[in-house]
């Protein structure tokens, strides 16, 4: 059975709209920690509400975050870890920990708009430019580089005329949160393969 951790770095509605799917029984999950590096993210709040164990782990708390991160993940016996507007580059070592069952959310269709530097508003922004007429989401497995991994799904949305990137990351976002869990319960239902 799936044994989700989570990594995230800001508001967290990723990790929320698995939470609750996994709440009303859509996905059949266990939750077993959420781990932030930033104090401030809401992710923290939102696992807190949900009694959720919520740790901030970083470079300012620790001297090797990668290693505490490990060491409170196989605490609460997370067999696979969930990436939600993390914004660290994950240490092999973390991913070799859970034996590359290491997930990613990103916003556009890789493997165009991807690596280093393409995080936040900047994909939304490379999008528009291209002039490219779809946009989407991607699940990803997770390397030691940036939006590299092997694809495990994707979703489509429109790009507008008149989009600004804030109106076309709204609009991807919304289907973000339908995207993570429905890669994961092809996973739980060995449609969609992870080692
Ligand atoms: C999402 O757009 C995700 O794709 C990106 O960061 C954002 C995180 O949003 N990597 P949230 O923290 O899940 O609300």
Redesign the pocket.
Known sequence: MLNLGFL????????QAIVDNVLNKNLNAKLAAVISNNSNSF?LERAKKANIPAFHISNKTHNSPDSKIIEIFKKYEANTLIL??YMKRVSPELINAFSGRVLN???ALLPKFGGEGM??QNVHKAVLASGDKISG?TIHLVTPNYDDGRILNQMTVPVLDGDTSETL?ER??QI?HILYTDTLIKISEEKINIP
């Open positions: 995230c770095s800001h508001g967290g509605s990723n990790m992710a939600a507007g959310i990103h916003p995080f936040g989401a990351a991807v976002l973000e």
